[in-house]
């Protein structure tokens, strides 16, 4: 493998890529238990295009965050979880590279989509052209989301509620609520892995005007914030559990309630010095996967029981 290859898989942040596998197999789980259908093809696909939308994401916001300044100025980073790959600030790739190398990442994925809209169905288009506009545009100008406080509203909907809606979909060719609910945790806890990151970079944020809702609110303020978001987390699984929305089976997720309170503690207790706040984000990124892989184990339970 060449050293410029290396960069590029490098550049793509994959221990992040959970995000999109946890909800993708969640939707098609889901689908499996309800429906009894589980078509491997179609769930490889779904899974690698959302897997090529999550990395050209990563990477044309590395890109951007290059563009305007705030991965430069960022002295309170944190590898891996905050200031992006560092792969342009080291000099390891060119800008041009990484913006190319994202544009051809989204073309990829753009490509598996299409054919999923023909092969299962419209609803994939209409998914995937949400993703895909608010993955490019999170901080690309002249919309760039974050910087209205809004980018961390659309990660949850990307990461949660549309991937495992969009597997439920191309696996049956029908929409339901089902899926959506069961989303809410996913979608809370990869939004609040935005925000417990967002901490360290909030300086560097706040000076180039890139205004996250972290910025906006202070980090002291933003705690609760990332409270909120821990917090319903769980209470969306134990209210749909009792509404009789979501499997009971998946109250196995309540198992990550203390890495949560452990996260919350270190926010509470550090959310204003990056290096001490580091156990809370390496915390919260384990808790999206373990939960996700909970509620996914829930679904697989409730159909083999």
Known sequence: MSGKLKLWLLELRAPFFTASIVPVTLGAVIAWQRMGTFQWGYFL?????????????????????????TDEINIEFVSPFTG???????????????????????????LIGLYL????GPAVL????????????????????????????????NFGFLMTLGSYYVQTRSLAWEPVVAAIPVACLIAAVLWINEFQDAPADHAVGKDTLVVR?????????????????????????????????????????????????????????????TPANATTIQIHMLTGLLLILGYILDKVI
């Open 45 to 69: 696909l779904t899974l690698v295009g959302g897997v090529l939308l999550h990395a050209g994401t990563n990477v044309a916001n590395d890109y951007f965050d290059h563009l305007n300044r």
């Open 84 to 110: 992006g790959s560092r792969m342009v600030q080291e000099g390891l790739l060119t800008p041009r590279e990484v913006i190319t190398e994202a544009l051809i990442l989204f073309a990829l994925g753009s």
């Open 117 to 120: 809209t023909w092969a299962r």
């Open 126 to 157: 209409l998914l995937g052209l949400i993703g895909l506009f608010s993955g490019f545009f999170y901080t690309a100008p002249p919309i760039y989301l974050a910087k209205w406080g809004i980018g961390e509203f659309f990660v949850g909907l």
């Open 217 to 277: 609110l202070g980090r002291r303020r933003a705690v609760t914030g990332y409270i909120v978001l821990v917090a319903t987390t769980y209470l969306s699984i134990i209210l749909a559990v009792a509404l009789r929305v979501i499997s009971p089976f998946t109250l196995l997720a309540l198992l990550t309630l203390p890495l949560a309170w452990k996260a919350i503690g270190v926010a509470r207790l550090h959310y204003n010095d990056y290096q001490r706040l």
